[in-house]
Nanobody, 121 residues
């Protein structure tokens, strides 16, 4: 079993910043890509940012130049720095990781429980 636990969400004023963290624990041999997604009520879950094991990053156009994704492979943790936040960034953010539990086993997609980010004055 692998668990992803997110933290760092909360209430922030427009223009403010937050830092989300997501730590993976459990039966982990290796982690490939890790990422952050978000889902507003009534909408599909969308990719916010993604980072591969070698550090290659991908961002949604709506957050590029405002959000920064990073990871600490030694800690099995991925971070998302959210700057210049806007009210439209308000939603639940989910952590995602492709995890292999044994040397020759398959990578499996794991999701966190989500953390709420609210941008409001």
């Amino acid at each position: 079993q692998v668990q992803l636990v997110e933290s760092g969400g909360g209430l922030v004023q427009p223009g403010g910043s937050l830092r989300l963290s997501c730590a993976a624990s459990g039966s982990i041999f290796s982690i490939n890509a890790m990422g952050w997604y978000r889902q507003a009520p009534g909408k599909q879950r969308e990719l916010v940012a993604r980072i591969t094991s070698d550090g290659t990053t991908t961002y949604a156009l709506s957050v590029k130049d405002r959000f920064t994704i990073s990871r600490d492979n030694a800690k099995n943790t991925v971070y998302l720095q959210l700057n210049s936040l806007k009210p439209e960034d308000t939603t639940v953010y989910y952590c995602n990781a492709d995890v292999r539990s044994t040397r020759y086993g398959p990578y499996r997609e794991v999701w966190g429980q989500g953390t709420l980010v609210t941008v409001s004055s």
